[in-house]
C-alpha cells in the first residue's frame, strides 16, 4: 500500500469497527499533551485502552500503564504510536509479536520500511493520522 496516498473511507472505517482494545505507545499523564486527550476521547468512546508508558507512571486517569507491549494482559486490536518516526520500526516488530490486527502512527510518525514489515505479518497500516480525527468523520458510523 502507498501511505503517502489518501486512506480510503472504507479501509479506515474497517479497522475502526474491528478495534475494540489500543495500546497507546508513548501515553502522557500530562492532561496538555495531546496523547492524554486522544487517550481520554479513545476510552470515553468505549475503547479498552493499554496505555504504554516505560518512564514508572501507574496510571493514567484510573487505567493502569504497561512498561512495554509485551506486558499487557489482555489482547490488542490496534498499536497507536505517539512517538518518533524512528522507533515505529521496533514498535511495528513489537506489534507483531504480541499478534495485534492494525498498526497507526498518529500526525508525523511516518516509516515506509516499517509499514512494510508490518504489512506482511498481515496487520493494517495507517500513518501520520490521528485516530482521535478520523472516529468523528462523518463516513464512520460506530
Known sequence: MNHKEAYSEE???SILKNTKSIAMIGASPDPTKFSYGVLRVLHEQGFKMYPVNPTGVEEIRGIPVYKSLADID???????VFRRSDALYGIAEEA?????KFLWAQI????????????????????????????FRPFWKP
Not at 96 to 100: C, R
Open 108 to 135: 508525523g510518525v511516518y516509516d515506509e520500511d516499517a509499514a512494510a514489515l508490518a504489512e506482511d505479518a498481515g496487520l493494517k497500516v495507517v500513518m501520520d493520522r490521528c485516530v482521535k480525527i478520523e472516529l
Open 74 to 80: 489482555g489482547p490488542v486490536d490496534m498499536v497507536e
Open 11 to 13: 479501509y479506515i472505517a
Open 96 to 100: 507483531i509479536e504480541i499478534g495485534a
